[in-house]
């Protein structure tokens, strides 16, 4: 289950009742049996219960921002909705920046547009979870290039150039004249 979708709801019935009067209830009628996260029974058979978890406590919070910006819809181009795991390593303009670039070097595939983007936040070193979703809208246009296809194989010719480069670095014996 994803974090994005309030997991607390998803929890162990109890817990998640728990503080509310069905939990308290529920608690009351079980009281020597340990029935959630929140209870445990100890030592001496009764049971023990914790401070009630309530969603403020999860360190995730279900209750998504939500910023409501008017469309302007023969201008706005696109829309990026993507997790954190994109926002640790990019800024917002630093993530339009990309895709915009994405799109005028010519992918018109969104598939390998979100790919791309994905990619380079992995390459960033991003090491939270990422998911990213980008609406294209009509003003948005297509450049001409090769697109996601060219930027790997500019990537690829890159790093065989940097591994040439560096086996040869190491393959040099330095002349400093004693040799002679």
Same mark, same amino acid.
Request: glycine residues 10%; negative net charge.
């Given at each position: 289950?994803?974090r994005?979708?309030? +997991? ?7 817990? &998640?009742?728990?503080?509310? &009067?069905?939990?308290? &209830?529920?608690a009351g009628a ?27 406590d999860q360190k ?6 939500? /910023? ?15 997790? +954190?795991g ?6 917002n ?6 895709? &915009? ?6 992918e ?10 994905? +990619? ?20 948005q246009q /297509?450049g001409?290039g ?7 194989q500019?990537?690829?010719a890159?790093e ?8 040869s670095?190491k393959a040099?014996?330095? +002349?400093?004249?004693t040799?002679?």
């Amino acid at each position: 289950v994803s974090r994005g979708l309030g +997991d607390f709801r998803f929890k162990d019935l109890d817990s &998640a009742l728990l503080g509310t &009067a069905a939990g308290t &209830a529920a608690a009351g009628a079980s009281a020597t049996q340990p029935n959630s996260m929140n209870d445990h029974a100890t030592t001496n058979g009764s049971s023990s219960s914790t401070k009630p978890v309530t969603p403020e406590d999860q360190k995730v919070s279900p209750v998504p921002d939500i /910023i409501v910006q008017n469309r302007n819809k023969e201008h706005d181009e696109f829309i990026i909705v993507a997790c +954190d795991g994109i926002w640790d390593v990019q800024t917002n303009y630093e993530g339009v920046t990309t895709v &915009a670039n994405i799109f005028e070097e010519g992918e018109s595939d969104m598939g390998l547009v979100c790919e791309e983007l994905l +990619d380079l936040c992995l390459r960033m070193g991003s090491k939270d979870n990422m998911t990213a979703l980008v609406l294209k809208f009509g003003p948005q246009q /297509i450049g001409q290039g090769g697109g996601v296809a060219a930027r790997r194989q500019a990537r690829e010719a890159a790093e065989q150039t940097e591994a040439t480069e560096s086996s040869s670095l190491k393959a040099t014996v330095v +002349d400093d004249g004693t040799n002679s």
